[in-house]
């Protein structure tokens, strides 16, 4: 199967290679485990290697994100403005039932793709019309939590996932989905994105004898062998970085 390098280090050697090309990943995480350092992490690796990518904001706006994640000197605009990222204004979908026009963007300072009265229907439509039209290779959809808010139905809900998720690979792109880990490492259970993406990555922020301790773990990846033990990771000044030798106890 060809891999993809995920641009984040010491992550490849645990996945034997990269992440599975084409496929749709699902991360998971608690707050400020580090989901959306992960994800732009990706696609700046990503654009380093002449591979576009699309980022879909559906939490945090991205003139925030860039704001937010600017002390790893990434340099997101200049990125933007060489046509190797795009990002998509999707926070219109944070909330069930909401609908909000947004203001023209200003040609002299573009912000990124923003869609009036949006949809989940709309937003497939967008993400596959932009990948085509910038010849994206990898796509972040980010968090998709935000997304199922409008599904409170369990079955209703899967089959929002199920489409949306084909939707994603039909593009042909290798993408990651982000979602909320909900509990803790021990006690949560498994969400239905978790079943019904093609991998799973898991990014735990524990306390442990009073010290925070972060510890990444595959938890499936179909169709390639990776490890699936809990290893530490950190968040340092050049994103995150994943330690495969070490155990985290």
């Known amino acids: 199967m060809d891999r993809v390098a995920t641009g984040i280090k010491g992550l490849d050697e645990v996945l034997n290679g990269g992440l599975p090309k084409a496929r749709t ?3 998971v995480g608690s707050p400020g485990s580090g989901k959306t350092t992960f994800a732009i992490q990706f696609l700046v690796g990503g654009a380093r290697a002449d591979e576009p990518g699309l980022y879909v ?3 945090e706006k991205p ?3 860039k704001v937010n994640l600017s002390s790893f000197g990434w340099d997101l605009d200049s990125l933007e403005n060489a046509g190797k990222l795009t990002f998509i204004d999707a926070t219109q979908l944070k909330r069930p039932g909401h609908r ?3 203001p023209p963007i200003e040609p002299e300072n573009p912000v990124g793709l923003t869609l009036p009265e949006l ?3 709309s937003l497939v439509r967008t993400i596959r019309r932009v990948a085509a039209e910038e010849g994206t290779q990898r796509i972040i959809v980010d968090p998709i939590t935000s997304l199922m808010l409008r599904y409170p139905e369990e079955a209703k809900r899967r089959r929002a996932l199920l489409l949306f998720f084909d939707a994603l690979e039909s593009t042909g792109c290798s993408c990651i989905v ?3 880990l909900r509990t803790s490492m021990l006690a949560r259970r498994f969400q239905i994105e978790e079943y019904l993406s093609q991998g799973v990555v898991l990014l735990h922020t524990m306390v442990h004898e009073g ?3 972060r510890g990444l773990q595959v938890e499936k990846m179909r169709g ?3 490890d699936s033990q809990l290893r530490p990771y950190q968040i340092g000044s050049t994103g995150i970085e994943v330690f495969p030798k070490d155990r985290v106890f």
């Open 119 to 121: 949809t989940l229907g």
């Open 178 to 180: 982000t979602t909320e």
């Open 63 to 65: 003139e925030r994100i």
């Open 57 to 59: 904001a559906l939490d």
């Open 211 to 213: 010290n925070v301790i």
């Open 100 to 102: 909000m026009i947004q």
């Open 25 to 27: 990943i699902l991360v």
């Open 224 to 226: 390639i062998s990776h």
